[in-house]
């Protein structure tokens, strides 16, 4: 099937500094989207791209939507410790049904 | 509040035992799916519905089977567990007629199959 590609597979990174993450695929997709899971919890959607080229802020978090349509990075500001999780890329082509990155584990150091 | 429920967080079962995992979800969603989450190869989709009694394979469909009888709720069932099923296992919901694509998630269950 489809497979997205994710990296890093981990961060270890000090309190207050920025990250990045991406995705690529070999494959275009007409939507990306960014989750993250908390330690114990389900992944909870962070931001939503629909465009090429679209660049998306939500709080700390940056996301853009390749011009290509076949990659996706987001980046977080300022790091804080509850940024700590793993971060999962997705990108939907037809249907309903999303195709997911490996995830990226983020650790905070304070 | 959109929410996702999923019966156990943590299950212990034996090998060779079926496993019944059980997802509700209270947003009159139409599209339900099973998915299980290992260490470097994150999310796979095991079986999605797209309505009451339909059911499609997803990517890795061996080994396990679903129901949906009911339009909120969407049962994983592990034939006869074994240890290669030790895993964390998502639910997660959507609307046919959502504009964003996004899955809803349950908190996951943790199965261990000794």
């Known amino acids: 099937g489809q497979q997205l590609n994710q990296s890093p597979q981990s961060m270890f990174i000090q309190e207050g500094e920025d990250v990045s993450m991406n995705c690529t695929s070999s494959s275009i997709f007409n939507t990306w989207l960014w989750y993250k899971q908390d330690p114990g919890e389900g992944p909870v959607l962070l931001i939503a791209l629909y465009k090429a080229g679209e660049l998306t802020s939500n709080g700390r978090l940056t996301a853009q939507f390749g011009i290509t349509r076949k990659d996706s990075f987001l980046n977080i500001s300022a790091s804080i410790p509850s940024d700590v999780g793993i971060y999962f890329c997705?990108?939907?082509?037809?249907?309903?049904?999303?195709?997911f990155g490996a995830g990226t584990i983020l650790r905070v150091k304070s | 509040d959109v929410k996702v429920t999923q019966s156990s967080r943590y299950l212990v079962k034996r090998t060779g035992e079926k496993v019944f995992l059980e997802c509700v979800q209270d947003?009159?969603?139409?599209?339900m799916f099973w998915y299980r989450q290992d260490p470097g190869l994150g999310l796979r989709l095991i079986y999605f519905?797209?309505?009451?009694?339909?059911?499609e394979k997803g990517d890795i469909p061996e080994g396990y089977s679903v129901s949906r009888e009911k339009k909120e709720r969407f049962s994983l069932i592990l034939e006869s567990a074994s240890t290669n099923q030790t895993s964390m296992y998502l639910c997660?919901?959507?609307?046919?007629?959502?504009?964003?694509?996004?899955?809803?998630f349950g908190p996951g269950t943790r199965l261990t199959v000794l």
């Open positions: 997660a919901s959507t609307s046919a007629r959502g504009l964003y694509n996004e899955q809803f």
């Open positions: 519905s797209y309505d009451v009694k339909m059911k």
């Open positions: 997705a990108g939907h082509l037809w249907g309903n049904k999303l195709v």
């Open positions: 947003m009159d969603h139409e599209n």
